[in-house]
């Protein structure tokens, strides 16, 4: 007799696709409240900004959206809609970017604020042109194919207005199996996309990812980037580099450290693995979940002290502490010094 296989737990994800879907629905005469009952989602979803849902409801939901409206390119209509700020910190991260290029190595470094399950690249080639990238591990459908297409045409439609001039991509890649009719796709982005690959991809030339973006503020991005609580990418040669999963639950844990003292549980459903998978995988990696915890918060705490535009109590704040004092001990335990004394310091140095 077969031993049965245990069945696999449902992946929770957080879309902000729901809301923008609910009101394009509504504001094209088809009353959603039936599917925000029938998919158990909040009543008040369509304005909120993200819902959490199992990954598999969110499939069933794009796909019942489609059937509700009649609308068998949904995905692409909402997006040629979507309201501006709809995607908050990273969506503004993105537009006050200098160029295209900027835009989307932005892009690859804050999707995981928006949900830490993305996994999101840009490579740039030597002839200058760039592919970005981005799937769900051990998810070949990522979102759903409403999602993705609405995903891609996003970013080419919000590119678009950056550069307050029309550009398409170099190629255009769907994880999904190519619907019947693509024929508003090709006339969205230009090029006859491919599919089946299990991530999403659009790959830009040289001289459109160089356009410059109109009403691009570096004063601004810094201000926002330095709110997104993710610093720059840099590693010694000395160092040895760290490995993916733990910089998975880095990333998560400084996503997390908006909302307060990053939770264990919450991280390990973020990565959408069991707590004790979390743990365990840490340790055979020589760490802790507290260990990596105080790690991001000490390197952020370091950056956020060289920026004298930041009250120590804001620091704090951005590093997910309720109050000053624990901050103040935390820090002195790391370097033997208060904050304060310590930015002093550094700016006598």
């Keep these: 007799m077969e031993t049965p296989t245990p069945s696999r737990p449902p992946t929770d994800v957080r879309s902000q696709l729901v809301g ?5 629905l ?4 088809h009353d959603p409240a039936p599917l925000v009952e029938r998919f158990g989602l909040p009543a008040h979803a369509e304005s909120l900004p993200e819902v959490t849902l199992p990954l598999t409801t969110l499939h069933a939901f794009l796909d019942a959206a489609e059937a509700l409206s009649g609308d068998a390119f949904l995905g692409l209509h909402v997006a040629q809609r979507v309201p501006r700020g ?10 006050a970017s ?3 290029r900027d835009t989307f190595r932005s892009l690859a470094r804050y999707m995981a604020l928006l949900e830490p399950a993305w996994h999101a690249s840009f490579h740039e080639a030597a002839d200058g042109s760039g592919t970005f990238a981005y ?10 194919r409403h999602a993705s297409e609405y995903g891609l045409a996003l970013f080419i439609h919000v590119g678009r207005q950056l550069t307050e001039r029309p550009w398409n991509p170099r190629a255009v890649a769907f994880a999904h199996p190519a619907p019947p ?3 508003p796709l090709v006339e969205h982005f230009g090029v006859t996309p491919e599919f089946g690959g299990g991530l999403n991809v659009l790959t830009l030339d040289a001289a459109t990812l160089d356009q410059p973006v109109e009403g691009a503020d570096p004063a601004l991005l810094s201000v926002l980037e330095r709110a997104a ?4 990418v840099a590693t010694s040669s000395a160092e040895p580099p760290v490995p993916d999963f733990v910089q998975r639950v880095r990333e998560a844990i400084r996503a997390s450290l908006r909302e307060g003292a990053p939770q264990v549980g919450d991280v390990a459903k973020g990565l959408h693995v069991s707590l004790r998978t979390l743990q365990r995988r840490l340790s055979e990696h020589g760490t802790a979940f507290q260990d990596e915890v105080d790690a991001v918060r000490r390197e952020l705490a370091f950056q956020y002290l060289k920026d004298p535009h930041l009250g120590v109590s804001q620091v704090a704040f951005l590093l997910g502490y309720a109050e000053l004092s624990t901050f103040d001990r935390a820090f002195k335990r790391w370097t033997g010094l208060t904050p304060r004394v310590w930015r002093e310091g550094a700016e006598s140095a």
Excluded: F, K, S
């Excluded at 923008?20 to 394009?24: G, N, Q, S, V």
């Excluded at 509504?26 to 005469?29: F, L």
């Excluded at 609580?229 to 720059?232: E, H, Q, T």
């Design 135 to 144: 799937g769900i591990p051990g998810e070949p459908l990522a979102y759903g």
């Design 98 to 100: 200098p160029t295209v």
């Design 20 to 24: 923008p879907l609910l009101a394009y």
């Design 181 to 183: 009719d693509i024929r």
């Design 229 to 232: 609580g993710v610093p720059p």
């Design 86 to 95: 709809t995607y908050g910190l990273v969506e503004y991260i993105a537009r």
């Design 26 to 29: 509504r504001a094209t005469g």
